[in-house]
Antibody, heavy 121, light 108 residues
Framework: EVQLVESGGGLARPGESRTLFCAAS????????MHWVRQVPGKGLEWVAR????????VYADSVRGRFTISRDNANNMVLLDMTSLRAEDTATYYC??????????????WGKGTTVTVSS | IVLTQSPGTLSLSPGERATLSCRAS???????FVWYQQKPGQAPRLLIY???IRATGISDKFSGSGSGTDFTLTISRLAPEDSAVYYC??????????FGQGTKVEIK
């Protein structure tokens, strides 16, 4: 079964750092680009960051560029999101999402259940 | 690119057909146009990619169409389990990956 399981969420103070983890299983992880997408409670979806199959191509939303770093560990089928200088507006549920490559179409295929980050003093 | 979904909320009876619209602020490739479904308390789920191709395991009651700036998701034979928020997305290889603001489908 294809599965993405996020962890690392919790309460953080403004200005603090936190790392989110995504454990992947059930598919050929190193053949997929991986994303983080977040959602403020009751609001819409906001794409956050993407990492290419080997980790060399990283792209970020303007709202997190310079503060967040996405990375991956293909040996352990993991995706990480290092979040620094956290702000109240970073409060959201963070989803880990897989994107298949080589299919001729671009889309986010499998979504994890999400992990919630709350930034509050 | 800005994606505008309409209506904001759609309230229909079981068995009816729902028509959801997503309009892009500029022409986009159909290959990069996607629809997702998000039920209450759940993560989003891929429904349609390439504007009209159903994802694996998705019922044929869901169909996508459109090109250029105007795209449509049609849900036929509405059932209570179709109650959800539906998001359109233009996937871009360079940021940002834009999502629409969502259309909430309510079953009376």
């Amino acid at each position: 079964e294809v599965q993405l399981v996020e962890s690392g969420g919790g309460l953080a103070r403004p200005g603090e750092s936190r790392t989110l983890f995504c454990a992947a299983s059930g598919f050929s992880f190193s053949n997929f680009w991986m994303h983080w997408v977040r959602q403020v409670p009751g609001k819409g979806l906001e794409w956050v960051a993407r990492v290419s199959t080997q980790g060399g191509n990283l792209v970020y939303a303007d709202s997190v560029r310079g503060r967040f770093t996405i990375s991956r560990d293909n040996a352990n089928n993991m995706v990480l999101l290092d979040m620094t200088s956290l702000r109240a507006e970073d409060t959201a549920t963070y989803y880990c999402v897989s994107e298949p490559t080589g299919r001729g179409y671009n889309y986010m295929e499998v979504w994890g259940k999400g992990t919630t980050v709350t930034v509050s003093s | 690119i800005v994606l505008t979904q309409s209506p904001g909320t759609l309230s229909l009876s079981p068995g009816e057909r729902a028509t959801l619209s997503c309009r892009a602020s500029q022409s986009v490739s159909s290959r990069d146009f996607v629809w997702y479904q998000q039920k209450p308390g759940q993560a989003p789920r891929l429904l349609i990619y390439g504007a009209y191709i159903r994802a694996t395991g998705i019922s044929d009651k869901f169909s996508g169409s459109g090109s250029g700036t105007d795209f449509t998701l049609t849900i036929s034979r509405l059932a209570p389990e179709d109650s959800a928020v539906y998001y359109c997305q233009h996937y871009s290889s360079s940021p940002p990956n834009t999502f629409g603001q969502g259309t909430k489908v309510e079953i009376k």
